[in-house]
């Protein structure tokens, strides 16, 4: 594939909104979790919450987009410079040639959710405020994102579970190859909500402390929310250290509603693709940002794949130790922090983790590396076998 550059790009999540706040989290080792006392939730969990969404007021013209997912996306459109690199896109390239593809999994669910108490107790009517298209609507964040900026482009938003907001890279890549639009803005979205944290309780994914991915003591996830935006551009005009992606792989092996194949034969097919894509070799990888879920099977699962593509040598982490696990916006949270560790020379170390299991064999890197890095590869698997392998590179001089 022809690479696409990473002309501007930004996150937000549990250790800080912004990349100066979420670059200290990673270099301390820093994790955003902590004790989930969130809503009424009646169990015990450790969550990584965005603060301050509750109080944060959305723009007055794009008032009927309020939910806590679009306050999110607007929190983290306006860190980093990012609305001003947009504008400067939309000068040069036209409303009409900039694409909006984001990922979430549950978008706006929480309104309905709050909505749903206080129905009509005669009719089991809705609060009459409680407007469905533009907050729990699934395509709501990428309305919202394309309203905020006034584009008219292509726009549209993927949901395949934990995979969602690192498969609208290749979304944007086949349009932007296609010669439909100059840029885009991809990225993803995901709110914290009860249908999330009960729906993973109920499946005994959930931990009671802060997760710990491929630790021996390893028991379950740790939910989080975050929002990462990614303006990508032809890489026709790029500089030494500048960041491109160069390589997307994705599968989908339908193993199994929830459970990831046992060999993680979708994820080492994703990888394979995505090394083709970018004309690499396993040996060009320099650092391997795993899916990480914590939980015993998807880290056994991933594990297996890795061990089998990259041997024992490939420094690998998981980074959900320090935001918690996003879900929708998994993808591009980690691509955003796989673009940091790019342009920093920096692995992080897998945060929470203390003792690795002893029956997993990939090089898990417990604390945080410096070295010259070139090629980074991020893993995003879903529920259903929905998998996505991003490459990121650097340019060299």
């Not at 975050?226 to 792989?249: C, M, N, Q, R, Y």
């Not at 097919?269 to 998807?298: F, Q, V, W």
Request: proline letters at 3%.
């Amino acid at each position: 594939m022809r690479a696409l550059k990473f002309s501007s790009f930004t996150m937000t999540s549990a250790i800080g909104a912004g990349l100066t706040p979420s670059l200290a989290a990673l270099e301390t080792m820093h994790s955003g979790l902590a004790p989930g006392h969130w809503g009424d939730l009646d169990f015990d969990t450790y969550l990584g919450e965005v603060a301050g969404l509750e109080t944060l007021q959305l723009e007055a013209r794009l008032s009927a987009f309020d939910c806590r997912n679009n306050r999110l996306a607007q929190l983290g459109l306006e860190q980093d410079n990012f609305v001003e690199s947009v504008n400067a896109a939309i000068s040069t390239y036209g409303r009409d040639r900039i694409g909006v593809f984001l990922g979430t999994s549950t978008s706006g669910i929480l309104s309905s959710e709050i909505a749903y108490r206080h129905v009509d107790p005669d009719t089991g009517a809705l609060p009459k405020n409680h407007d469905y298209r533009h907050t729990h609507n699934c395509y709501s964040v990428g309305d919202f994102v394309r309203s905020y900026f006034e584009l008219t482009g292509p726009a549209y938003v993927v949901s395949t579970a934990c995979s969602s907001s690192a498969k609208v890279f290749a979304c944007a890549q086949r349009l932007i190859d296609s010669g439909l639009i100059d840029a885009a803005i991809v990225g993803g979205v995901d709110s914290l909500c009860f249908t999330t944290l009960y729906g993973f309780n109920s499946l005994q994914l959930m931990s009671a402390r802060a997760c710990k991915p491929f630790d021996a003591d390893r028991d379950g996830i740790s939910l989080g929310e975050g929002a990462a935006f990614v303006l990508l551009e032809k890489a026709t005009a790029v500089k030494p250290g500048d960041i491109v992606l160069s390589g997307i792989g994705e599968t989908s092996d339908a193993h199994h509603m929830s459970s990831p194949h046992p060999d993680g034969l979708g994820a080492q097919y994703a990888m394979e693709a995505a090394l083709r894509s970018a004309r690499l070799n396993t040996g060009d990888i320099d650092y391997l940002n795993l899916h990480g879920t914590a939980t015993p099977s998807n880290d056994a699962a991933e594990d297996k794949s890795v061990t089998r593509l990259f041997g024992r040598q490939t420094p690998c982490s998981s980074t959900k130790g320090h935001t918690g696990h996003t879900l929708g916006a998994a993808g591009a949270l980690e691509a955003v922090i796989a673009a940091l560790a790019l342009k920093f020379n920096m692995i992080p170390g897998g945060t929470g983790t203390q003792n690795i299991d002893p029956t997993l064999q990939c090089h898990y890197v417990l604390a945080n590396q410096n070295r010259s890095l070139r090629h980074v590869m991020s893993n995003s698997f879903g529920f259903g076998g929905s998998n996505c392998s991003l490459i990121l590179s650097k340019v060299m001089a």
